[in-house]
């Protein structure tokens, strides 16, 4: 399994808002005492069966973040309204009224916007972007997200390089609070999506599987010492820290046993310290929920079956479902199972499977056609009938 998923789940109003509610460790009974509306109305909002009001958009963007205007407008512009701020992107006094935080936060949400395939959605605010954010480099970051969000990956990586030379023959011009390492991560992430491509075009081209897996290496390759060099400059950063955590989870899911082992090892060291950092806060709640199942795994692949088994059922007490820690509890008990065959294991991991394809079908079904021959094998070949019945074939 790789650390990143494709998906065809889009990003509305409503998955934005149980997001945010979930990463600020709310339950919707906490939001309606806060935002004055009632639990039914939230609950029909994160499901989208109802479309909010302007007035409700901004009384639910109060709860969550009180003051947040970056967070306000994205709330605004995802239920289909104008942003507040979107005619004065400057304060009065003339000074920039978005900080390096909001610009940070813009950037991971328009990052996330494309990893779930919202391209529409992420080039709408991306172009609402220019706006908001008038410095030089930032500018050419935007371009680059813009180009990203269109598969330009060569072009949008271009773009981002080109901030980065503005920003170090230009200092002057930007905000004081701005980082290289912002850019150099954003740099980080882009080689990654483009690995990423690679990684997944081998799903639809089963012949050329090694020529596209070799592109993906080279790839994510750059990612990583893109990170490397970020960490260097701005060492513990917990952004470059998971990304880099993540870049040697997929290299070591594409590289050969012998070479597999190292990056493996790499990976539970990052996470590790994304995990225990002072501030992981800084992450969304699900990045660090993934990042831990990514852990589990992570140990399970070395071996390392109690820490693993601990990690993810620690994880398993958070109150929302949760597809991606399912499956992986179904990999490491087939792992485990490779390592001391006992058919329990083999009940665990499909129940787990069953549990991952109620809530998620689609992504369940398209992991398990990569992990088939690969950690899931045992589960193939012992319960391959029981599987068929619990888990049907895509239409």
Request: aromatic share 8%.
């Amino acid at each position: 399994m790789t650390g990143t998923a494709s998906s065809d789940q889009k990003l509305t109003f409503g998955t934005r808002l149980q997001t945010l509610r979930r990463d600020c460790g709310l339950t919707q009974i906490d939001l309606s005492s806060l935002s004055k509306l009632s639990k039914s109305y939230i609950s029909f909002l994160e499901s989208g069966v109802r479309k909010p009001s302007r007035e409700a958009v901004l009384k639910l963007a109060q709860a969550i973040a009180p003051g947040d205007a970056g967070l306000r407008d994205d709330l605004l512009v995802l239920a289909g309204f104008m942003p507040k701020d979107a005619l004065s992107p400057l304060s009065p006094a003339g000074a920039p009224a978005y900080s390096r935080r909001d610009f940070r936060r813009f950037l991971q949400h328009s990052l996330q916007l494309i990893r779930d395939q919202n391209f529409t959605q992420a080039e709408k605010e991306i172009e609402a972007g220019f706006l908001r954010f008038r410095r030089p480099a930032q500018m050419q970051t935007l371009l680059a997200h813009l180009e990203l969000a269109r598969g330009a990956f060569e072009q949008a990586i271009l773009f981002q390089q080109t901030a980065i030379k503005h920003f170090d023959l230009s200092p002057d011009e930007q905000d004081p609070g701005l980082s290289l390492v912002d850019f150099i991560l954003n740099l980080g992430v882009m080689y990654y999506f483009w690995g990423d491509q690679a990684r997944y075009a081998a799903d639809t081209d089963i012949q050329a599987t090694n020529r596209f897996f070799a592109l993906a290496r080279e790839r994510y390759a750059l990612a990583l010492d893109t990170f490397e060099t970020g960490l260097h400059q701005a060492p513990g950063h917990v952004y470059l820290l998971d990304e880099l955590g993540r870049i040697h989870f997929n290299l070591a899911d594409l590289d050969p046993d012998t070479a597999a082992k190292g990056h493996w090892e790499a990976s539970i060291r990052c996470f590790r310290q994304v995990l225990s950092h002072p501030e992981k806060h800084l992450l969304a709640k699900h990045s660090l929920r993934e990042s831990a199942a990514f852990l589990g795994l992570a140990y399970a692949k070395r071996g390392q079956f109690s820490q693993a088994e601990l990690l993810l059922d620690a994880l398993s007490l958070d109150p929302d479902p949760n597809w991606q820690l399912a499956y992986i509890q179904a990999c490491t008990a087939c792992l485990a199972y490779r390592e001391k065959p006992d058919e329990s294991l083999l009940d665990r991991a499909l129940a787990a499977l069953k549990r991952a394809e109620q809530m998620a079908p689609i992504e369940t079904r398209a992991q398990l056609k990569r992990d088939q021959f690969q950690d899931l094998a045992p589960l193939f070949q012992h319960k391959g009938h029981e599987l068929a019945k619990g888990i049907p074939s895509d239409p």
